[in-house]
């Protein structure tokens, strides 16, 4: 093996499943670890990885019921009733015996805290976790996504506590991971602790193959013609994606041909976003296509036995990506329309201008709002295929030199080899309980 004794390895998160970015990364990540020798196992509230290698834990999960209904009690308010301490409590102790079990089921020797300890979504998850990695010793990287204070809807709540213990755990042992230089400023700002910065990558050491003949049909299945331009949206629907710019831009390039592509899904922050872009999109007139359900991290089939296409298929057919969001962590969707070679349309959010417009890519980009200049901009860029083509191949370029699989595989080799304390052995029976 490439480095000396592989380990077992546990990412443990909310969700391991779809397309959204952290289970992109997670599924990049493991790539990365079992192409250097180590096994990768999945504990998450629910996965779509090998059931062989997965650990289910309901209650993991941010939209399990009880969940929902601790986060309710929780965020818009400064009071919490002593029921709610309670339930975070109880709730924390079935999953860390669940924790437990999946530990000693798959024999981990390391975990990837995946974004469950940075922003909180699932308390009760952070406790357990933090405290089975307490008691066990078990050595770890905590690998953040989004941070608590970078989210407006938790700046009001009642668990101040919980927050400043588990989100992040100001613990040195751990191996604290940022995707982006301003999250990693605040991060040691705020906890004087040490971090790495990993930003999220794609494999540009090997080129996307061309279309297959699986794929050949995608734009009809979703509701395409063959003259449309197919303008992918790929993101899911919530309100710091700025959707309504891409809505704004179909509008204004004044061409029926041009068609909004939804690749992700609605509802992981509530319905009315979604349901204000849908209103947006009917007041100006741009139709909207919704294939979420016909697109997914992986192909398959529904349960009609219609085909379900994977996120690459989309992206290798569709004619132009729209980012037009106004905060990301860093940039999964951008990078991917970079691998895939495809023009982009973007904002200029802030990590994109510290940490990704320094490199050098090239886009079409608005400063918060779009102007006739830009739409003018993205007219040319579509009519001109030489044009697109140079753009294009320069930022494939760019990816390969400075976001590719090889920076991760260093950074994950220095932090593997790390030495950690002994651990103890972890058997599948739940702690004893004093009644």
């Known amino acids: 093996m490439a480095d000396g004794e592989g380990k077992r390895i546990?990412?443990?998160?909310?969700?391991?499943?779809?397309?959204?970015?952290?289970?992109?990364?997670?599924?990049?990540?493991?790539?990365?670890?079992?192409?250097?020798?180590?096994?990768?196992?999945?504990?998450?509230?629910?996965?779509?990885?090998?059931?062989?290698?997965?650990?289910?834990?309901?209650?993991?999960?941010?939209?399990?019921?009880?969940?929902?209904?601790?986060?309710?009690?929780?965020?818009?308010?400064?009071?919490?009733?002593?029921?709610?301490?309670?339930?975070?409590?109880?709730?924390?102790?079935?999953?860390?015996?669940?924790?437990?079990?999946?530990?000693?089921?798959?024999?981990?020797?390391?975990?990837?805290?995946?974004?469950?300890?940075?922003?909180?979504?699932?308390?009760?998850?952070?406790?357990?976790?933090?405290?089975?990695?307490?008691?066990?010793?078990?050595?770890?990287?905590?690998?953040?996504?989004?941070?608590?204070?970078?989210?407006?809807?938790?700046?009001?709540?009642?668990?101040?506590?919980?927050?400043?213990?588990?989100?992040?755990?100001?613990?040195?042992?751990?191996?604290?991971?940022?995707?982006n230089s301003v999250a990693g400023a605040e991060f040691g700002r705020r906890t004087g602790m040490q971090y790495r910065i990993i930003p999220n990558v794609m494999n540009f050491e090997a080129p996307p193959p061309p279309p297959d003949d699986y794929a050949r049909d995608l734009r009809r299945e979703i509701g395409l013609k063959d003259d449309d331009v197919f303008v992918l949206q790929p993101t899911r629907v919530v309100p710091r994606k700025g959707i309504e710019?891409?809505?704004?831009?179909?509008?204004?390039?004044?061409d029926p041909r041009f068609k909004l592509v939804f690749s992700h899904g609605e509802g992981d922050e509530g319905f009315a976003y979604s349901q204000r872009i849908r209103e947006y999109a009917a007041m100006l007139g741009v139709p909207l296509i919704f294939a979420n359900d016909r697109i997914q991290y992986h192909r398959g089939h529904t349960a009609d036995g219609k085909?379900?296409?994977?996120?690459?298929?989309?992206?290798?057919?569709?004619?132009?990506?729209?980012?037009?969001?106004?905060?990301?962590?860093?940039?999964?969707?951008?990078?991917?329309?970079?691998?895939?070679?495809k023009p982009i349309f973007c904002n200029r959010y802030a990590i994109y201008r510290t940490d990704i417009e320094p490199c050098g890519f090239r886009t079409v980009c608005m400063e918060g709002f779009l102007t006739h200049d830009v739409v003018e901009e993205v007219l040319y860029l579509l009519e001109n295929e030489d044009y697109r083509r140079k753009m294009v191949e320069h930022n494939y370029e760019i990816g390969r030199r400075l976001f590719s699989y090889e920076r991760v595989e260093e950074e994950l080799r220095f932090m593997l080899q790390r030495r950690f304390p002994q651990t103890c052995r972890v058997d599948s029976a739940p702690e004893p309980r004093w009644v």
Not at 24 to 38: P, V
Not at 245 to 254: C, D, G, M, N
Not at 321 to 334: D, M
């Open 10 to 179: 546990a990412f443990v998160t909310t969700r391991c499943e779809g397309t959204d970015g952290v289970s992109l990364e997670i599924a990049k990540w493991t790539e990365i670890l079992e192409r250097m020798g180590h096994q990768c196992f999945f504990i998450a509230g629910s996965s779509d990885r090998s059931p062989d290698r997965s650990y289910v834990i309901p209650l993991a999960h941010f939209r399990h019921p009880v969940i929902r209904e601790i986060n309710r009690k929780c965020f818009g308010s400064e009071f919490r009733s002593r029921q709610t301490s309670s339930l975070i409590r109880s709730t924390a102790v079935e999953i860390k015996d669940e924790l437990y079990r999946a530990v000693a089921k798959f024999d981990i020797e390391f975990v990837i805290a995946e974004n469950c300890l940075t922003i909180p979504i699932n308390i009760p998850l952070g406790v357990a976790l933090v405290e089975l990695l307490i008691e066990t010793g078990l050595p770890v990287i905590a690998h953040h996504h989004d941070f608590v204070w970078e989210r407006e809807r938790f700046l009001i709540n009642a668990v101040p506590d919980y927050i400043s213990a588990f989100f992040p755990p100001p613990r040195e042992e751990m191996l604290h991971v940022v995707i």
């Open 245 to 254: 710019h891409s809505i704004e831009l179909i509008w204004r390039l004044k």
């Open 307 to 341: 085909k379900v296409y994977s996120v690459w298929d989309a992206f290798q057919h569709a004619d132009l990506v729209t980012y037009p969001s106004t905060y990301e962590g860093f940039g999964n969707a951008f990078l991917e329309a970079v691998y895939f070679k």
